[in-house]
Every structure is written in structure tokens, then in C-alpha cells.
């Protein structure tokens, strides 16, 4: 059975980093979707190529260009769409840069770099629209996470760092938002482009194109999204990611509660009854309630 199209006309969408790759099919995506399109990108030329593409297929674009890591760029940035659309409706986390190296050989700069760019972009974008959605009771944002944040990948520990903390930025940024309509999602995406540039088999190439991840931006962006999803996309399948909580075991009574925590590591980690928490205060009113189970 297939869903009704998703129409987001009347929405003003800001894609950053949209002048390649993901970025690029996320914009165009939104466009053939109803929505006036930001393009945003470090590039002008690339910018400006997007959105003229936009608007040569009969939709509303404008050239974005700005760095996401100077918050004085993406303010001014930010005001110039308003000043054009009078709103800011969708908001696209999706710049981002690599310096892959491992640990040992990396350096702070670069670590800084990615930081800056992956989190730091991301933060300085969502602060520029938040109370814009706040005032108008309205808004759907989404975080570019990775596999290498929720999982690890050898070489990528700035990456890694930067991008699992922005699941942590969308936990708390879905809860803050409920009451004003605001969904925060994250989207981690398995695509072949520019960026990745090596890192996939040539046969995998044909199947991991950016407009195959391009719909988990749309649906994330409709007025039908959910909040808190971590959607994983790749070649045409999506799946989704939980950050959940074992049932665990209290070790009270134990002589040495750390060597009988380190022997018992597989029964704390046994996944039977696991869940999702609601909130961080989870932990400490499921741990209270347990012991005053244990007391009864």
C-alpha cells in the first residue's frame, strides 16, 4: 500500500552543505516536494548551480553561501531567508567535512576542524532558527549522524566524536521542542560521494547513490515526522537506531561490587527487556525503584 505524497508547499526548507552530493539531492528532493529551498554550501558556484537547477524545474531556491562553522555567517545567513520567505520551516544539518586519520597520528587542529564543522555547524544553524520555529509553533530539523558515531570506524575518532554527539543534541533538542512543535531527528546516511571517495567497493558505487537516501530527509521533514528517530538510509533500505537501556542487576551485598560487576559483564548486558528511556532521569528513577523493590 503506498502513502499519500508528501507535500510540503508553503514550507521554507535550508539545506547546508547542498551544493554536491547528499546535500545537493536533499535540496532537490525538498524542492520536488512543494518545499522554497536554502541552498547552502561553503561554494558560491555550487550554490547558486543547485538552486538555479531547483528553479529551472519550476520550483523556489535561493544561494546560500556561508560558513556553518562562524555563527556570524550563518546569522546573517539566516536573515537573509527570512528577509526572502519570512520563515524557516525545515532546517537540513547535512555540511560536513573528514580528516581521517587514526588517533595517534591525528592532530588537535584537525580534530578541532571536524568538530567545528560537524557539531559546531550543526549547533550554530539550529540556534539561528530555534526561536524562529518557537514563535511560529512549528518546525522539523534534522542532524546528519553516522554509523561511525553510533558504532565507531577505525580512523574516524574526530568524525566519530562529532557525529554521535549529535544524537545526543537531537535526544535533548526533541524534548526541549515537543511543546512547540518542534521534531528533531537524526539521519544516517550510507551514500557514495565526494566525501567518501574511496571508501566503498566499485561495484557498491551504482547502488549507494545520494537520491537513495534523499526520501529519509523528506519524510523527516513532512508534517507527519516523527521525533527522536535515528533513521539509518542506504541503497534503498532504512532501518532505525535506539540508544536503549539493559534491565541490569543490582550487585548490593557483593564483598567486591567492581570485581563482581567485571565477572558479570554479559548478565548486565543481556538485551532480554530492554528499552528505550524517555529521558536521562530514566536511569536514576528506574535505579531508585529498584531498590526499593529489593526492600520490600
Known amino acids: 500500500m503506498t502513502a499519500p505524497l508528501i507535500s510540503l508547499s508553503g514550507h521554507v526548507a535550508l539545506v547546508t552543505g547542498a551544493g554536491q552530493g547528499l546535500g545537493r539531492a536533499h535540496a ?23 538552486a538555479q537547477d531547483i528553479v529551472a524545474a519550476g520550483g523556489q531556491a535561493i544561494a546560500c553561501p556561508a560558513n556553518v562553522a562562524d555563527s556570524d555567517s550563518v ?17 537540513v544539518n547535512n555540511a560536513g567535512i573528514l580528516r581521517d586519520r587514526t588517533f595517534a597520528k591525528s592532530t588537535i587542529a584537525d580534530f578541532r576542524a571536524v568538530i567545528d564543522v560537524n557539531l559546531m555547524g550543526s549547533v550554530h544553524c539550529t540556534h539561528a532558527v530555534w526561536n524562529l520555529m518557537r514563535e511560529r509553533g512549528y518546525g522539523r530539523i534534522v542532524f546528519t549522524t553516522s554509523s561511525s558515531g553510533l558504532y565507531g570506524n577505525f580512523g574516524q575518532a574526530n568524525y566519530s566524536a562529532a557525529k554521535m554527539a549529535l544524537v545526543g543534541l537531537m535526544q535533548t533538542l ?54 527522536r528517530a535515528i533513521v539509518l538510509a542506504g541503497a534503498g533500505r532504512f532501518a532505525r537506531a535506539h540508544i536503549t537501556m539493559t534491565s541490569g542487576a543490582y550487585l548490593i551485598g557483593e564483598e ?41
Not at 525538498?30 to 543547485?50: C, F, I, P
Open 75 to 91: 546569522t546573517a545567513m539566516v536573515d537573509a531567508i527570512v528577509a526572502q520567505w519570512g520563515q524557516v520551516d525545515i532546517l
Open 28 to 50: 532537490l528532493a525538498l524542492a520536488r516536494h512543494g518545499a522554497m529551498v536554502a541552498v547552502n554550501d561553503l561554494s558560491q558556484k555550487d550554490a547558486e548551480a543547485v
Open 174 to 227: 526533541a524534548i526541549e521542542g515537543e511543546r512547540y512543535g518542534i521534531h528533531v531527528n537524526c539521519l544516517a546516511p550510507s551514500a557514495a560521494t565526494g566525501m567518501t571517495s574511496g571508501l566503498y567497493d566499485s561495484g557498491d558505487l551504482a547502488r549507494l547513490g545520494s537520491d537513495m537516501v534523499a526520501p529519509a530527509v523528506v519524510a523527516l521533514s513532512a508534517e507527519e515526522a516523527p521525533s
Open 256 to 296: 567486591d561490587m567492581a570485581a563482581a560487576l567485571l565477572s558479570q559483564m554479559d548478565r548486565i548486558g543481556d538485551r532480554t527487556g530492554e528499552h528505550v528511556p524517555a529521558s536521562g532521569p530514566e536511569q536514576h528513577r528506574r535505579e531508585v525503584a529498584g531498590l526499593q523493590e529489593l526492600a520490600r
